[in-house]
């Protein structure tokens, strides 16, 4: 694999309005960008402000279009349980999952509509055909201090396969996150971080 190679990466970030899912992807962005990437991204997202679907596609390294094509995303980043299954058709067959465990109820289910499945069978589906880490980062990040920071685990998270160096991460994460959360979130990163490693 050539140096380029090694330097391509597609992302794609997934999760329920209010999540923090937009905040990740600046994050890695303006990382990727200090660290001389060339990155194209973009957002797509319906009722994000009322717990309805976010994606983000983040494109490290590649010439193309800023939307990840289906089965084109080496990575799925995913804040909630069922935004991963929802949207497994933009990951390559033998990708990686990087999954919090933590579901979001939607109106749906509470309403008596629908049931939400166990996230034990959304594992076992998804591990049929990808590398799936999954935890429950809403966890690790109220051990860090603030369950807010969720989402600044699970870059800590996928932080180990992104073309970035950490520490730029890290720069990234201290100039995005309001200042009185910078311990905070430089914490829930490191913790997503070693809970992948770990794994």
């Known amino acids: 694999m050539s ?3 090694q330097k391509k990466l597609d992302l794609l970030i997934t ?3 209010g999540q923090g899912a937009i905040l990740a992807s600046d994050i890695i962005g303006k990382a990727a960008v200090t660290a001389g990437l ?5 957002e797509t997202h319906g009722m994000a402000q009322r717990g309805g679907s976010v994606v983000n596609h983040i494109r490290v390294g590649n010439n193309y279009g800023s939307m990840i094509p289906k089965k084109g995303a080496d990575l799925l980043l995913a804040l909630e349980p069922m935004e991963a299954v929802r949207y497994l058709d933009f990951l390559k067959d033998g990708g990686i ?4 465990t933590q579901p979001i109820i939607p109106v749906t289910v509470t309403s008596g509509l629908t049931k939400y499945p166990e996230v ?3 594992l076992d589906f998804l591990s049929e055909k990808y590398i799936v880490k999954a935890f429950n980062a809403d966890d690790l990040a109220y051990e860090a201090g603030n369950r807010l920071a969720m989402n600044v685990v699970m870059v800590g998270a ?6 970035i160096p950490k520490e730029t991460l890290l720069e990234s994460v201290k100039a995005l996150v309001p200042q009185k959360t ?3 979130n430089l914490r829930a990163f490191e913790a997503g971080r070693q809970k992948v490693e770990e794994s």
């Open 15 to 17: 999760g329920v309005g």
């Open 3 to 5: 140096q380029a190679e």
């Open 120 to 122: 034990s069978d959304i």
């Open 158 to 163: 996928v932080s180990g396969y992104l073309p």
């Open 97 to 100: 999952v990087i999954m919090n």
């Open 38 to 42: 060339p990155i194209r991204a973009a």
């Open 182 to 184: 910078i311990e905070v």
